[in-house]
């Protein structure tokens, strides 16, 4: 059972409890970021079993490689943190998210780029049976350089706050996303979903960053002109500037 | 600045990571070209509402399986087992 007294605990000393062999400091971890793992297995893979799958092993392997984590998050930009030695005090900072990622702290980015890397052997499983390959996938082709320009531009009819309460909305977000194939809705999901770095999410993938830029980019471009055929106004609709005259 | 040129450089200026001064050019853009405004706006609510995407809850049962995983292994691997 979870000692009451690890539950008011910062993550960080949670973290430094369970890397000296405290289990109940590890099982708190554990509640606190498991929905969350489940969430991005889920979210890939589509497949509730396949998901728990993935849950567990990201947490076994985590349990595995507990030592190497030190609590940096190699982010987009910010410096990186270090937990402090144990007995240092003023480690108030250490559970601050990266700007770029609310609500991820680094250790909840170190699980989340375990899972992501279980979650891809399972896709590369899949696709052994389906006889392609998803390394050939994650490859930049020739043309992908080019960027889609945006047809569809009109300002939204309501805020998403509000479209995010309907159900036909989250169906469409659903839709949407899966009309991505796999390489761009990858990057989409880790990237802007579940909040890692581009750096972390090419090393989840094990792509270049410079890859994970330009895919991400398209992702978002894709799925701009698709929410925005639903969503846009359509007596708001804009045409591309034209460049001819400038 | 061209919309195309705007369009390249669209990941930074969203996520904030972009050059001051080409932040200012990118803005100064925008101020002119409606279009660009509102694809910027756009990314900013597709962005925003696939974050705000529903939680997914564990099934109960898989909770209690993966508490007990969590268990056992740790007892197999012993991490930070410190010699006293
Ligand atoms: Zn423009």
Redesign the interface.
């Known amino acids: 059972m979870s000692n009451p007294t690890h539950i008011e605990q910062s993550e960080a000393d949670l973290v430094r409890l ?4 405290d ?1 109940p400091a ?2 708190i971890l ?1 509640d606190r970021h ?2 969350r793992v ?2 991005v297995a ?2 890939i893979l589509r497949n ?1 079993h396949d998901a ?1 799958d993935v ?2 092993q990201t ?2 392997s985590a ?2 490689h ?2 190497a984590f030190r609590g940096r998050r190699s982010g ?2 910010a410096a990186p943190l270090e937990f402090p030695p144990v007995g240092e005090s003023g480690a108030a900072s250490q559970d601050q998210p990266d700007e ?1 990622a ?1 609500g991820t702290t680094m250790f909840g980015a170190w699980l989340l780029k375990i899972a992501a890397r279980a979650a891809l052997k399972v896709i590369r499983k899949r696709r052994t049976v389906e006889m392609t390959s998803l390394d050939e996938a994650l490859e930049v082709g020739p043309g992908e350089e080019h ?1 889609p ?2 047809e569809f ?4 009819r309501q ?3 509000v ?2 309460q309907r159900a036909e ?2 169906e469409l ?1 659903d839709r949407a ?1 899966e009309n991505l194939d796999e390489k761009h809705r990858l990057i ?1 999901l880790l990237r ?2 579940e ?1 890692l770095s581009i750096r972390e999410t090419a090393e989840a993938l094990g792509l270049s960053e410079g890859n994970v ?1 330009v895919r ?2 398209r992702a ?2 894709q ?2 002109e698709e ?2 055929r639903t969503l ?1 106004d359509p007596e708001r609709q ?4 034209d ?1 001819s005259s ?1 | 600045m061209k919309c195309s040129e705007l369009l390249a450089m669209l990941n930074e200026y969203v996520d904030g990571t972009v050059d001051p001064a080409i932040c200012e050019e990118f803005e100064r853009h925008m101020a002119g070209c409606n279009p660009c405004q509102v694809v910027v706006d756009n990314i900013r609510n597709t962005i925003i509402l696939y974050k705000g995407n529903e939680v997914h809850e564990l099934p109960i049962p898989f909770q209690k399986k993966l508490h007990a995983a969590v268990r056992k292994h740790w007892q197999e691997v012993c991490p930070g087992d410190k010699p006293e």
């Open positions: 369970a890397q000296q062999g289990l590890f099982e554990t498991a929905h489940y969430g889920l979210r509730v728990e849950t567990q947490f076994l349990i595995e507990l030592a987009s930009g770029s609310p960027l320009h945006p531009i009109a300002d939204w805020v998403p706050d479209l995010a909305v989250r977000l996303l989409f802007d979903v909040g830029k991400l980019l978002r471009l799925l701009r929410l925005t846009g804009l045409r591309p500037h460049h400038t």
